[in-house]
C-alpha cells in the first residue's frame, strides 16, 4: 500500500510519518519511507543517526541517475523502465534503519517549472511503479499540498492523510488540501488530528473535521516534545509513543483495506 501525508508546516507530519513507519516495520511490514519535504526530518523523526543522514545523497542531486531512470528530462516519466519492488531500492538510493528504506528527496528549484523536473518526476515515478505486494508500504511525508501529483500519481496513492492541530489555521489549509487532492481524484482522504490537549480542542477538531473521515486525535504529548529537545526519535525513547504508534498503524492499515477502524487513540 501507498500513503501520502501532508499538512501545514509544523503540525507534525514527520513525527507521525516516523510513528507509522516505525510500528508498522516493527509488525513486519517493509517500509519504504520518502522524504518529500523540502524541509527534510523525516530522517530524524525515524531514528536514523544525523551521522548517517550526513552521507545520503538526495534525490534531486542525483541529475543523471533521475534522467536516467526517467528518460530525457523533456519526456520524464514516459521512458520509465524501472519497477522496483520495495525490497529492491538500490542502495545508492537510501538509508536503511530499523527495517525501514529512507529516500530523501532533497530541495529542488521551484523557478523553472519544478512540477516537470526529473526530481520530482522520480518520486512522481517511484509512487507509481514501485510494487508493493502484501505487507509492503510506501509512506511519503510531503509539504504542504499535492501540486507535484499529477493525475497518474494520485491514482496509485491509497491514502492521502492530512494532518492538522486543533487551530484553525491547520484545517484552513487542510480543506485547500482536500479541495484539490478531490478535483485530482484521490479518492480516500482522511485526517490526523495531532497535538490535541483536553475537552475543549476534541470538541474544536470534531467541530472543524465536518465531514471529512477523522482517523484519529493524537494527544500533546511531553515525551515527543522531550525527546524533540534531545535531538532524538520518539518512537525510540517512549514506550507510551510506540503503543500510540502501534494503535495508529492498526487503524490507518484498516482504512486502506477499508475495514472499519475505531478512533481508539484518542486523548
Ligand atoms: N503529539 C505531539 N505532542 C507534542 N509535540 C509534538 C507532537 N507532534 C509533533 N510535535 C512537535 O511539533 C514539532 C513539529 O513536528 P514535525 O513532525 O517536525 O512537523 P512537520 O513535519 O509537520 O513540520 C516538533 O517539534 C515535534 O516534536
Ligand atoms: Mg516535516
Redesign the pocket.
Known amino acids: 500500500m501507498k500513503i501520502a501525508v501532508t499538512?501545514?508546516?509544523?503540525?507534525?507530519?514527520?513525527?507521525?510519518?516516523?510513528m507509522l513507519a516505525r510500528a508498522m516495520a516493527d509488525d513486519g511490514w517493509k517500509i519504504m519511507a520518502i522524504d518529500a519535504?523540502p524541509?527534510a526530518?523525516?530522517g530524524s523523526?525515524i531514528g536514523v543517526a544525523p551521522t548517517r543522514l550526513a552521507d545520503v545523497v538526495p534525490i534531486s542531486r542525483m541529475k543523471d541517475l533521475a534522467r536516467e531512470r526517467t528518460g530525457a528530462a523533456e519526456t520524464a516519466g514516459s521512458h520509465f523502465i524501472l519497477n522496483p519492488r520495495v525490497s529492491d531500492i538500490p542502495d545508492e538510493l537510501c538509508v536503511e534503519h530499523a527495517g525501514i528504506k529512507l529516500l530523501l528527496m532533497g530541495t529542488v528549484d521551484h523557478a523553472g517549472g519544478g512540477c516537470v523536473c526529473p526530481e520530482h518526476t522520480l518520486v512522481r515515478a517511484l509512487l507509481r511503479h514501485v510494487l508493493t505486494r502484501r505487507q509492503e508500504c510506501v509512506l511519503i511525508?510531503m509539504e504542504a499540498g499535492v501540486e507535484h501529483f499529477g493525475r497518474g500519481t494520485v491514482e496509485a496513492v491509497d491514502l492521502l492523510v492530512i494532518?492538522v492541530e486543533p487551530g484553525e489555521r491547520s484545517f484552513q489549509t487542510a480543506r485547500q488540501i482536500e479541495k484539490l487532492a478531490r478535483e485530482l481524484g484521490i479518492a480516500r482522504i482522511a485526517l490526523i488530528a495531532?497535538?490535541v490537549d483536553g475537552a475543549a480542542d476534541q470538541t474544536f477538531v470534531r467541530a472543524e473535521a465536518g465531514d471529512l473521515d477523522l482517523l484519529a486525535m493524537?494527544?500533546?504529548?511531553?515525551d515527543?516534545?522531550a525527546?524533540?529537545r534531545a535531538g532524538r526519535c520518539?518512537y525510540d525513547l517512549s514506550e507510551g509513543v510506540r503503543a500510540r504508534a502501534r494503535q495508529l498503524a492498526e487503524i490507518v492499515v484498516k482504512r486502506v483495506l477499508d475495514e472499519p477502524g475505531r478512533l481508539s487513540c484518542a486523548s
Open positions: 499538512g501545514k508546516g509544523g503540525v507534525g507530519k514527520s513525527t507521525i510519518v516516523g519535504d524541509d526530518n523525516l523523526a511525508d494532518v495531532n497535538k493524537l494527544p500533546a504529548d511531553p515527543v516534545r525527546s524533540d520518539c
